[in-house]
C-alpha cells in the first residue's frame, strides 16, 4: 500500500512565525501535490513538484514555499505565517491516474 | 483556469434513501475526472472516469461521466450513516504532472 504521511496532525503556531509541513511518501512517485482544504472551497492547490529540485505553482501560491531536496520528502514552507493561512493541509503523491493522501495538517495560525 | 462545480454543497436523508451528486466541470485537454470519499480524514479514492456512457460501480456507489455535456453523477442507492461524508470530485488534465482541480465538495449527512 502507498503511504504518504504528514508530520504533524494538528499545529499552533503565531502570526509572523516561520512554518515547516513536512511530507513523505514511500513508494518513489515523482509528483507530490500541496493543497489546502478550507470550508466550501474545496481542495486548492498551492504548489506541486514533479521531480526533485523541480516545483510549479499551482492556484494559491502567495505566501508559501515549498522544497523538494529528496524524491520522498515535499516540503511546505510558511514563510512568515499569517491568520488567513489557518486551514487544513493536504499532502498528496500521484501515480498511474491516481492521487494518495497524506491525513491532512490542521494548522492554526494565532 | 480550470474549473469544477459541485451541487448540492450539503444534502440531509435518511438511510434507505437513493442520492444523486453532481459535478460540471471545464477542464482544458480534459483527461479524467475522478470522486473522493472524505471522513474526518484524508480523501479516498472511489472513481475514475475517462470515457462517457459508462458505468463504474462498486456497491451501492455507482458514477457515470458524460463528456459532451461537461458533467459526471455519483448515486448511492440504500445509503447508510456510514456514508456521510463529503465526496469530492476532481478533473484532470491530460499533460499535467497528475494536478487535479477539486470542486467545492458536497456535505452528505445521512440520519438513521
Known amino acids: 500500500d502507498v503511504k504518504v504521511t504528514q508530520s504533524s496532525r494538528y499545529l499552533v503556531k503565531r502570526t509572523g512565525e516561520k512554518v515547516f509541513l513536512e511530507c513523505v511518501q514511500d513508494?518513489?512517485?515523482?509528483?507530490m501535490f500541496w493543497y489546502r482544504q478550507d470550508p466550501g472551497l474545496g481542495l486548492r492547490l498551492i504548489y506541486f513538484s514533479y521531480d526533485v529540485k523541480m516545483k510549479e505553482k499551482g492556484d494559491i501560491p502567495e505566501g508559501y514555499s515549498v522544497s523538494r531536496e529528496k524524491k520522498e520528502r515535499f516540503s511546505l514552507i510558511l514563510e512568515s505565517a499569517s491568520t488567513n493561512q489557518t486551514s487544513m493541509y493536504l499532502c498528496?503523491?500521484?501515480?498511474?491516474?491516481?492521487?494518495?493522501f497524506g491525513p491532512g495538517t490542521r494548522l492554526t495560525v494565532l | 483556469e480550470d474549473k469544477v462545480v459541485q451541487s448540492p454543497l450539503s444534502l440531509v436523508v435518511h438511510e434507505g434513501d437513493t442520492v444523486t451528486l453532481n459535478c460540471s466541470y471545464e477542464v482544458t485537454n480534459f483527461r479524467s475526472l475522478l470522486w473522493y470519499k472524505q471522513e474526518k480524514k484524508a480523501p479516498t479514492f472511489l472513481f475514475m472516469l475517462t470515457s462517457s456512457g459508462i458505468e463504474k460501480k462498486s456497491g451501492r456507489l455507482s458514477s457515470i461521466l458524460d463528456k459532451k455535456e461537461l458533467f459526471s453523477i455519483l448515486n448511492i442507492t440504500a445509503t447508510q450513516t456510514g456514508d456521510s461524508a463529503v465526496y469530492l470530485c476532481?478533473?484532470?488534465?491530460?499533460?499535467?504532472?497528475?494536478?487535479?482541480?477539486f470542486g467545492q465538495g458536497t456535505i452528505l449527512t445521512v440520519h438513521p
Open positions: 513508494m518513489d512517485h515523482e509528483n
Open positions: 476532481a478533473g484532470r488534465r491530460g499533460t499535467s504532472y497528475g494536478k487535479l482541480t
Open positions: 498528496a503523491s500521484y501515480l498511474h491516474n491516481e492521487q494518495f
